[in-house]
């Protein structure tokens, strides 16, 4: 064990705006594993970095911290309001990218400022928002509706989410396909910043 998120903000390592996450998924005073923290404070500083460790040792927090707090110092320089990919979460499967949106909507939950979307292969193709999520309830009717959450391929191009999951075979279209140049080029394409 080591520090917690409260301890890295009272450190000047993080953003306070930890804080108002308010999520059980990443508690605020709980201490997180030495190899976290190490990590944490690497991508902070801006370094690339691997992680190798076992299944449910907490990989996720090494990567998805440090992305927060580029959108929460973001937010704090008056920049967060433009769209644009800052982050890509590349899977293999899309049963690891479904769990990982489940956790991103338990984590922004309450901090709507943050967007996100999944592009795979069933991500709704017709652009209508309501008939996208009406779909999506079928599926998964557990799951809250977020405003923050794209739906919609249509909203993803037309105002790319600041994080963007996908998987390996989509990404292969994303870069290929004219109609989804605004994740990677242009005014949009300006702010990536990561890619996990």
Not at 34 to 51: P, S, T, W
Request: aromatic share 10%; charged share 25%; net charge positive.
């Amino acid at each position: 064990k080591d520090k917690s998120i409260k301890a890295l903000v009272e450190e000047g390592v993080l953003s306070s705006k930890f804080a108002e996450l308010n999520s059980p998924d990443l508690p605020y005073d709980r201490p997180l594993y030495a190899h976290q923290v190490k990590a944490i404070k690497k991508a902070v500083a801006g370094r690339n970095l691997v992680v190798a460790t076992g299944t449910g040792s907490g990989k996720t927090e090494a990567f998805l911290v440090p992305i927060l707090n580029y959108l929460f110092r973001e937010e704090e320089a008056g920049t967060l309001s433009q769209p644009g990919v800052r982050a890509m979460l590349l899977y293999p499967m899309n049963a690891l990218a479904n769990d990982q949106m489940k956790r991103l909507r338990r984590l922004l939950e309450n901090y709507p400022k943050i967007t996100f979307g999944r592009y795979i292969g069933e991500t709704d193709t017709s652009g209508d928002r309501k008939k996208a999520i009406k779909s999506f309830k079928e599926i998964y009717p557990q799951e809250k509706i977020l405003d923050n959450e794209l739906f919609t391929r249509k909203e993803m191009q037309d105002a790319p989410p600041h994080i963007l999951l996908t998987n390996y075979a989509m990404l292969e279209y994303l870069l290929l396909r004219p109609a989804d140049s605004s994740l990677f080029d242009g005014s949009t394409g300006k702010s990536w910043h990561f890619i996990a």
